[in-house]
């Protein structure tokens, strides 16, 4: 079985542990990797291939919606998926690029079928 690879983007230490914990626990699903702001997402993104970006809207150094546009410029392959708590940035993430959104809210079985889902379509 080929595992989807996903990068964990988020500047809060305990929603990044958080994810990994949810994410590690499945057979399907690898981390291979977690940034802590937007610059350090291109650079990741570039090193690690992922097949699908997890991440946050709102970043010091840049934002989300800047740093997917930056990477989807690069990588159109990469599938990007916010989760956020921020419902204001979801026309700008869509136009940058930005697979899906989410709200932090959300369960994990309907954060997991998305990650699936995007993964799919590798």
Request: aromatic fraction near 4%.
């Amino acid at each position: 079985m080929q595992k989807i690879r996903v990068l964990i983007v988020d500047d809060n230490a305990a929603v990044r542990d958080g994810l990994y914990a949810i994410l590690g626990a499945h057979a399907d699903i690898e981390v291979v990797g977690n940034a802590v702001d937007g610059l350090d997402a291109i650079a990741k993104a570039s090193n690690l291939h992922p097949d699908v970006i997890l991440r946050d809207a709102q970043m010091p150094e840049m934002n989300g919606v800047e740093a997917t546009r930056r990477i989807k410029e690069r990588l159109p392959e990469i599938k990007v998926l916010f989760l956020t708590v921020h419902a204001n940035y979801i026309e700008e993430a869509l136009a940058a690029g930005a697979d899906g959104y989410m709200m932090k809210d959300c369960g994990r079985e309907e954060l997991l079928r998305a990650i699936r889902k995007l993964g799919q379509i590798r």
